[in-house]
């Protein structure tokens, strides 16, 4: 069983629409959680994090938490061609080491 | 734009050689973390530097080592190159150990034939 797991797509979401992204993992000392964008070619840019239990919003963007599922998911609200993109879900446990699933491909169609 | 800097962008090795690659991490920040992102995979975690000591490490052999300058900028050296590390390798720097973000530098592409 691997660390971090992502379904690895590719999502497929019409533009305006919510794309939902999910991510499971198997470390249940996982302290903090991490959503990053990678571009195809470039490197990943954090989007947001999460550590409590329950939704964050910033934006679009909205991570939600469910330590005792081991998981974390999140939303993109009015979805644009230029959210098209690898998302990529990153575990940390004790330390600074981030562990990161495969991605999810998102396509965003206009 | 991160504030962090890598060199070189692309590099191209044969197998056997060894390699130096530079990492600038963002002023102020004193944790350079590296990883390695295979082709259509997620990073994975080598190594990370704090203050010049090496503070957690991956599953990567020793033929993967690193160094942090008192400035905390960062060299990841990868000797005795095999065809399998051919991938992007990413730094990461971070304002200190228990900071939550970690920005990423633009990636070395490293293709070893």
């Known amino acids: 069983q691997k660390e971090v797991e992502q379904n690895s797509g590719p999502l497929s979401v019409p533009e305006g629409a919510i794309a939902s992204l999910n991510c499971t993992y198997s470390?249940?000392?996982?302290?903090?959680f991490f959503w990053y964008r990678q571009y195809s070619g470039k490197s990943p840019e954090l989007i947001m994090f999460?550590?409590?239990?329950g939704d964050k919003e910033d934006g679009r963007f909205t991570a939600q938490l469910n330590k005792a599922s081991q998981y974390v998911s999140l939303l993109i609200r009015d979805s644009q061609p230029s959210d098209s993109a690898t998302y990529l879900c990153?575990?940390?446990?004790?330390?600074?080491?981030?562990?990161f699933g495969g991605g999810t491909r998102v396509l965003v169609k206009p | 734009e991160t504030g962090v800097t890598q060199s070189p962008t692309h590099l191209i090795k044969t197998r056997g050689q060894q390699v130096t690659l530079r990492c600038s991490s963002q002023?102020?920040?004193?944790?350079v973390s590296w990883y390695q992102q295979a082709l259509g995979q997620g990073p994975q975690f080598i190594f990370q530097?704090?203050?010049?000591?090496?503070?957690g490490r991956g599953n990567f052999p020793p033929r993967f080592s690193g160094l942090q300058f008192p400035n905390y900028s960062s060299e990841l050296n990868v000797n005795a190159l095999e065809l399998d590390d051919s991938a992007l390798y990413l730094c990461?720097?971070?304002?200190?150990?228990?900071?939550?973000?970690?920005?990423f530098g633009p990636g070395t592409r490293l293709t070893v034939t």
């Open positions: 530097y704090y203050r010049e000591e090496e503070n």
């Open positions: 002023s102020g920040h004193n944790t």
């Open positions: 990153a575990v940390r446990a004790a330390g600074n080491k981030l562990t």
């Open positions: 990461a720097s971070s304002p200190g150990l228990a900071a939550y973000e970690q920005y």
């Open positions: 999460i550590y409590s239990n």
């Open positions: 470390d249940r000392g996982s302290q903090s």
